[in-house]
């Protein structure tokens, strides 16, 4: 099993181009979860996904659309990058998530995105 | 603003000696999670505490969640220059998951 992978791993954009960053995760897991990762700052969820046809906000979404194309995948796209954007992305996906629940459940998380925005 | 902070944000520590790192969130959480990250890698799932005040330990490692269910640690034992990396604490408030800022940890052989 390969787990959680992503594409691509490198990235280097100008101002205002967009772009698609893919997911896919081969554990039949039902919650999906996208990070940003910023120096100092820790990981902030951009979106989640907890279940196939269903996404919700996390702390950080502005920017952002997300797509959960089916089970196993889970696509952010920048659809007008800036410098702020400027992070390593992280996927990530669990058995389940919170939602009035009592855990967000382990995750289990991809290699990472690392992208440049000019 | 930041969720979840912990203390300190970077800690350098010569091989054999004891390492902790805080996690502190401002708000009550249902329960902590604690991940490692080695430079350049990705987060990896060390353990989960849902009981306010529960204690858990892994070989040389022992975790802890407050009474208030607003803060954890966690303790290494006699470091390793295996135990280099970033540790996260991260936690679960309603439909919301944090991450703490993390501490950096150098074990110096």
């Known amino acids: 099993n390969a787990g959680v992978t992503q594409t691509p791993k490198f990235q280097v954009l100008k101002t205002g181009q967009s772009m698609t960053l893919q997911c896919a995760q081969d554990?039949?897991?039902?919650?999906m979860y996208w990070y940003r990762q910023d120096p100092g700052m820790g990981l902030r969820l951009i979106y989640y996904?907890?279940?196939?046809?269903?996404?919700d906000k996390g702390e950080v979404p502005n920017g952002y659309n997300v797509s959960r194309l089916n089970k196993r995948e889970f696509s952010l796209r920048l659809e007008s990058a800036a410098p702020s954007q400027t992070s390593v992305y992280f996927c990530?996906?669990?058995?389940?998530?919170?939602?009035?629940?009592?855990?967000?459940?382990?995750?289990?998380f991809g290699p990472g995105t690392r992208l440049l925005v000019l | 603003g930041q969720q979840v902070m912990q203390i300190p944000q970077y800690q350098h520590v010569q091989e054999g000696e004891d390492f902790t790192t805080y996690c502190n969130s401002s708000?009550?959480?249902?329960?902590i999670q604690w991940y490692k990250q080695r430079p350049g890698g990705h987060p990896v799932f060390l353990i989960q505490?849902?009981?306010?005040?529960e204690v858990k330990k892994q070989k040389r490692l022992t975790f802890q969640f407050g009474e208030a269910k607003k803060n954890s640690s966690l303790h290494i034992t006699a470091t390793q220059t295996t135990d280099v990396g970033t540790y996260f604490c991260?936690?679960?408030?309603?439909?919301?998951?944090?991450f703490g800022t993390g501490t950096s940890l150098t074990v110096i052989p």
């Open positions: 991260a936690g679960d408030r309603g439909n919301q998951f944090y």
């Open positions: 505490l849902v009981k306010s005040g």
């Open positions: 990530a996906s669990s058995e389940r998530a919170g939602k009035h629940a009592v855990s967000f459940g382990t995750q289990y």
């Open positions: 708000t009550t959480l249902s329960n």
């Open positions: 554990m039949n897991h039902n919650s």
């Open positions: 996904s907890a279940s196939e046809g269903t996404t």
